[in-house]
């Protein structure tokens, strides 16, 4: 949201529009009626509990804008429905709208693109143009809440971008989308994923937020990560494990493992009891893997292992005392996975004014 003048109302915790509204006119107590409404998306001309002219300040002393759906699927296998959104300045993000038994998920992005050139993810390949601003990822929330008619009861910040690279946004959005007096999503009930930028997490065990820290590891020894995920170089793994066991001292939260599987990169059973050594030792509290099977992106050149190699490889975990799953695959007939719509979009697109930083 580059263009904007005016102050980002949606960007506001609860007492920074108190003192907005009051410097408006307006009693303090109106700011709890506008949270609510725009937890709903409504525009200040829809909050029809606001006098009129109230109504029409507010409209044109603040900047709102929601995230406009360009192009929406919905899988015919499990209904999973993803989203490429429009945002104000031309540039497009996805989300994910996903039913499980215990309640539906929304998957957000926090960047427009990915600076962290991890080898098997779409979402960097054409490297960062911009942070969101806390808005636009609340914006995600709210879009796929009103446009589904169904209740997001939780997040997963495993969108494009990496979280902690645009972490003081991302923290405002913790804030905000956890509010009991806007949308009222438990922190317990939101994870974060990052490639493993070890400061920030340092930092994000300090906010006392009880999110589920997600890390994605996607190997098990240096050189193999350092190929795959260049952050490595910076933050290597051993730096990484301890910063994982100070989130989980400091929180009280178990943290988990993405592991992403690709065919003789990652795979084989060797590097699995590999794994499960690294994360006896390393880690020495409770933790979790989640297997992926490879998200084949054609520009990459990388291919997905069979189900019987990932099965191999979860077996191993396990008889080594190590909690694993391998993650069902929602939306599989739409390209789920994040950074795909978005590169084509691109593709179509190649004049756009928005360069990688």
């Known amino acids: 949201m580059t263009d904007v003048t005016k102050p980002d109302i949606l960007s506001m915790t609860l007492p920074e529009l108190k003192e907005f509204v009051v410097t408006l006119g307006a009693p303090g107590y109106r700011a709890e009626q506008i949270f609510a409404w725009l937890a709903k998306g409504a525009a200040p001309a829809e909050m029809q509990n606001l006098p009129k002219a109230f109504r029409e300040t507010l409209a044109d002393s603040i900047e709102w804008r929601l995230p406009q ?49 991890c080898k098997f993810c779409a979402s960097t390949l054409n490297g960062r143009v911009r942070n969101l601003t806390p808005s636009e990822i609340l914006g995600q929330v709210i879009v796929a809440a009103r446009d589904t008619g169904k209740r997001v009861d939780g997040v997963v910040m495993m969108g494009i971008g990496e979280p902690l690279d645009n972490y003081d946004n991302v923290i405002r959005f913790l804030h905000l989308v956890s509010d009991t007096k806007g949308m009222g999503i438990g922190l317990r009930h939101i994870s974060l994923s990052t490639c493993g930028i070890v400061p920030k997490i340092y930092d994000l065990a300090d906010e006392g937020l009880p999110v589920t820290l997600s890390v994605s590891l996607h190997a098990a020894d240096d050189d193999t990560r350092s190929s795959l995920m260049p952050v490595n170089r910076t933050y290597p793994i051993a730096k990484l494990l301890s910063a994982c066991r100070h989130y989980f001292q400091k929180t009280g939260r178990r943290v988990s493992f993405e592991y992403t599987l690709i065919a003789g990169q990652n795979d084989s059973v060797p590097q699995a009891k590999k794994l499960a050594a690294l994360l006896r030792s390393g880690m020495r509290c409770p933790t979790h893997v989640n297997l992926i099977l490879l998200n084949v992106v054609e520009e990459t050149g990388l291919v997905r292992p069979a189900r019987e190699q990932a099965e191999r490889f979860r077996k191993t975990l396990e008889d080594a005392g190590i909690n694993a799953t391998i993650r069902r695959k929602l939306g599989g007939d739409i390209d789920a996975s994040c950074g795909q719509l978005r590169i084509r979009k691109l593709a179509d697109n190649p004049d756009t004014e928005n360069t990688p930083e």
């Open 69 to 117: 759906i360009a192009e929406k699927y919905v899988s015919r296998e499990d209904g999973t429905v993803k989203y490429l959104l429009s945002l104000c300045d031309g540039e497009c993000v996805e989300c994910v709208f996903m039913e499980y038994h215990h309640g539906n998920t929304l998957c957000v992005s926090s960047q427009a693109g990915c600076r962290m050139g």
